[in-house]
């Protein structure tokens, strides 16, 4: 039998806040001028770099705050990157954007998830809707259909590839080696 601990809460309170960004006359603040609005209600404006509507949240122990910035086109939760777990959250209608240590992992709204980390273009990783996998670096792309039956892998030295029983390699270990599908055990169906 399992036993459960008891669980935590992680948030103690939350608080609407407007931010003003600019002054009356459109000048830009240093720092942003912050309301509480009486009634409980806070618009979405348009322009969020001019007036920002968010909710603070305030962390329990190692929780940390969190903010919860409503924009007209996404909802963006962020927090201290020193809190346990993940440091930001973007929800849009093209899907999920989590933030966990310096990587990106994107649940899009067709289901396909991809995996970037920040700063590192060109280093991506792609799991689509139909199982397929797809994984780019600057040194190699390989791809895995959804299905298991192809998988390939291109690096600037060469090609490997099986597709259902057929195994093939474009690449040399050294100048006078052999081909490595001349060396490579054959698949065989029973």
């Known amino acids: 039998m ?8 992680a948030w103690k309170s939350a608080q609407l ?6 002054n009356r006359d459109g000048r830009k603040r240093n720092d942003p001028r912050l309301w509480s609005p009486k009634n409980g209600v806070a618009g979405v404006t348009d322009d969020p770099k001019a007036k920002e509507a968010f909710v603070v949240v305030r962390g329990e122990g190692d929780a940390g705050d969190v903010q919860i910035k ?4 996404r909802i963006i939760v962020r927090r201290d990157p020193d809190a346990i ?9 093209y899907g999920v954007k989590v933030l966990v240590g310096d990587v990106w992992i ?3 709204a067709d ?3 991809k995996r970037e980390p920040e700063g590192h273009h060109g ?3 792609w799991l689509e809707a139909d199982g397929g996998f797809l994984r780019l670096t600057p040194e190699m792309e390989i791809s895995v259909s959804g299905d298991g039956e192809k998988m390939t892998r291109r690096t600037p030295d060469g090609f490997a590839a099986v597709m259902g029983p057929d195994a093939w390699s474009g690449e040399r270990a050294a100048p006078d080696a052999p081909l490595a599908y001349e060396v490579m055990p054959r698949l065989t169906k029973d």
């Open 2 to 9: 399992n036993a459960f601990t008891s669980i935590k809460s």
């Open 17 to 22: 806040l407007i931010a003003f960004h600019q």
């Open 70 to 73: 409503v924009h007209p086109d």
């Open 85 to 93: 777990g993940w440091s930001g959250i973007q929800v849009d209608h």
């Open 106 to 108: 994107t649940v899009q």
């Open 111 to 113: 289901g396909s998830v």
């Open 123 to 125: 280093d991506t990783s």
